[in-house]
């Protein structure tokens, strides 16, 4: 019963060596556009916002404003299609900044991502219950909270189910924002067409006056603060170049196909509704976003107005709440690639049986309830948080692209270069305003839970480094066994005691748990059957060609096991299957060889920690206990070979 409840409601589960299954599940640059592009494009409801209030009386700044707003998302966009095209597996930020600049700034880009994307699911749903509630009674206030709650456990169940079944979903949801946003701007520009021509002389004129009264350099001041606190608007442009595993072959030119769709759709609608703003003259409404106020001032007077309004508003709504997207697609997928690098635990780089990653999506989630917990769900506050994370990675990206194109004076490098440093220059900038002018109002928070996960992440590292340099003794010693060159004969009995062996690959601890069933049991198995999963997560989910070479690795370092023992006068095959989960595939191969071979034992290595906690318990695989567990109940004999491991205190890098 249980099962057909998860069934229904997370879908039915996928099969990863289907060859079709990963051109199903992954994007074209359409659907690439709704799942990563929303994020960017919804930042167009709070973001011009921000950057309008923060001028104050100079609302005249608001068309050189648009201007710098839509310039910016074109260069940034133009930036991160050349990072596209220098690191086309993906990666993003982290990988940018590890490969181009080192580990530890790759960490700090990493840590800030993840703290982004747990952001950026955050204040989409705030922004989105801001965005409905903004024409609900008053009364319904008391509610907007809980309801945020509501939208969040419900798309991280989304979520679970898969990637594309989400998006799917939400695809009609970003159509009618597009279109209903497009009508707004057009209809809020050019319905005063008489004032265009006049618009920029106004504006001339104004800044003169402003510069009379305050002196150029307030007015720079000024301009460059709502500028910075406007910053909100470029987030989002990194998720593409984050999340390419997860589009359609050929990633690069999906994916710089990706960013073009939203550079245009973003910049026309940021810079857009910033014009709209001063030519219809909206200010601030307590209670109300200015989009709501926009809207409402433009289409109060039409036929079927009010209609209109609660569509839009919906449909603005709806779509920060498609945003979050990007924080369940990339967030895990930053995660896992951490994760491959020991930064964080191994097992975020495991997929579902719906082929996401599971764990990471629940992190995400539950990451962000504690973020509208802490801001009770304020836009204002969020925003500055979210800010400051985006602009960290974004400048780690920009200079390690800097580095790149130095040091890689290939054709056109000069242009390139260019491209790097000016957006470099910006986001650096925006970087170093937004944290001084908003560090006590939510920016030293960030900064505190950023820097608190890359000091968790530097533990985590010192941990399996010091874990593997106390297992590569083993490997040293048993990997290099002194055993006669030619194997002897031996022929396989069925009806004689069978060791069957569970090992993930050739190293020290398989052998010495081989070695220990000799000691142990002393010439009483005559058969021995080596068992592996090769187990197919996010980092090898990239297509047919990743899952055929894991088969292939798996499959040697199993042959590797045939021919020690081998040498060592035993009869031996491998045993091998491929999984996403690896208890589910070693249950499955398990009751297949327990019909071929009636006298069978199971074996399996476990690190024993001295001194053992609960976090050695999480960072390494409890596999062999779960699985025994299972095993015993299924009317199996298991056994699990303990290895001892001694660890010196952990100290963290300098």
């Known amino acids: 019963m249980l099962k057909k409840v998860m069934n229904w409601v997370y879908g039915p589960p996928k099969n990863p060596l289907n060859p079709h299954v990963f051109h199903n599940v992954s994007l074209i640059a359409f659907f690439a556009w709704v799942g990563l592009g929303a994020d960017g494009l919804s930042s167009s409801c709070y973001g011009p916002e921000e950057a309008f209030r923060a001028l104050g009386h100079y609302t005249h700044l608001a068309i050189p404003l648009a201007l710098a707003v839509a310039a910016t998302v074109f260069i940034l966009s133009a930036s991160y299609s050349q990072i596209i095209d220098a690191f086309p597996s993906g990666g993003g930020g982290y990988l940018v900044a590890t490969k181009l600049i080192g580990p530890i700034p790759g960490l700090v880009s990493g840590s800030a991502l993840l703290v ?245 999506v629940i992190f995400i989630g539950l990451s962000a309830l504690a973020m509208l917990l802490y801001t009770k769900g304020s836009v204002r506050i969020l925003v500055v948080m979210y800010s400051i994370n985006v602009f960290l990675t974004f400048s780690l990206s920009q200079y390690g692209m800097v580095r790149h194109w130095l040091k890689n004076r290939e054709p056109g490098w000069k242009k390139k270069f260019s491209i790097s440093l000016l957006s470099l220059a910006l986001t650096a900038g925006v970087l170093v305003v937004t944290s001084i002018i908003k560090f006590q109002e939510g920016g030293w928070v960030t900064l505190v839970i950023t820097g608190a996960l890359i000091t968790f992440c530097l533990w985590v590292h010192a941990h399996y480094r010091d874990t593997a340099k106390a297992l590569r003794h083993l490997d040293d010693i048993l990997t290099h066994l002194p055993l006669p060159e030619e194997a002897p004969e031996t022929k396989k009995q069925p009806s004689k005691p069978t060791a069957v062996l569970l090992v993930n690959s050739y190293n020290g601890m398989g052998i010495h748990s081989l070695l220990s069933i000799h000691r142990l049991f002393p010439g009483h198995f ?129």
Not at 561 to 576: I, N
Not at 592 to 600: G, M, S, Y
Not at 604 to 624: C, D, I, K, P, V
Not at 627 to 643: C, E, S, T
């Open 116 to 360: 982004d994307y747990i952001l950026t699911v955050a204040i989409s749903i705030a922004s989105g219950a801001d965005a409905i509630f903004s024409f609900l009674p008053h009364s319904f206030l008391p509610y907007k909270f809980a309801a945020t709650l509501l939208c969040l456990g419900l798309l991280m169940g989304l979520n679970l189910r898969g990637v594309k079944e989400s998006i799917l979903i939400l695809t009609p949801i970003f159509i009618v924002f597009l279109v209903t946003h497009m009508i707004v701007i057009g209809s809020g520009i050019f319905s005063h067409g008489n004032e265009l021509p006049t618009l920029v002389a106004d504006t001339w004129t104004e800044t003169r006056e402003g510069i009379g009264s305050i002196g150029l350099l307030a007015m720079g001041g000024i301009f460059l603060r709502a500028f910075c606190l406007g910053g909100g608007t470029f987030t989002g442009i990194e998720a593409v170049s984050n999340g390419l595993q997860i589009l359609r072959e050929p990633r690069a030119a999906t994916g710089k196909r990706t960013m073009k769709y939203m550079a245009i759709s973003l910049a026309l609608t940021a810079g857009g509704i910033l014009v709209a703003y001063v030519l219809n003259n909206i200010h601030h409404v307590e209670g109300r976003t200015m989009n709501a106020v926009l809207i409402q001032t433009i289409a109060e007077n039409w036929p079927g107005g009010k209609i209109f309004l609660l569509i839009t508003l919906l449909s603005e709504g709806a779509l920060l709440f498609v945003a979050a997207q990007a924080g369940f697609l990339d967030g895990p997928r930053v995660m896992s690639n951490m994760a491959v690098d020991n930064w964080l635990p191994r097992r975020l780089t495991n997929l579902s049986d719906r082929l996401v990653i599971k764990d990471g």
């Open 526 to 654: 005559k058969n021995f059957v080596f068992v592996s999963v090769g187990v197919i997560d996010s980092d090898r989910f990239k297509g047919k060609a990743e899952i055929d070479n894991l088969q292939n690795s798996v499959q040697a370092d199993l042959d590797k096991y045939v021919q020690l023992s081998q040498r060592m006068g035993l009869y031996a095959e491998p045993k091998l299957i491929l999984e996403t989960d690896v208890i589910e595939g070693l249950e499955r191969v398990c009751d297949q060889v327990a019909q071929e071979w009636p006298k069978r034992v199971f074996f399996m290595g476990q690190l024993a920690f001295e001194g053992e906690t609960f976090w050695t318990r999480f960072l390494h695989n409890r596999t062999s206990f779960v699985l025994q567990r299972r095993l015993l109940f299924n009317g199996q004999q298991a056994v699990i070979l303990p290895i001892r491991v001694r660890l010196k205190p952990i100290s963290l890098p300098k």
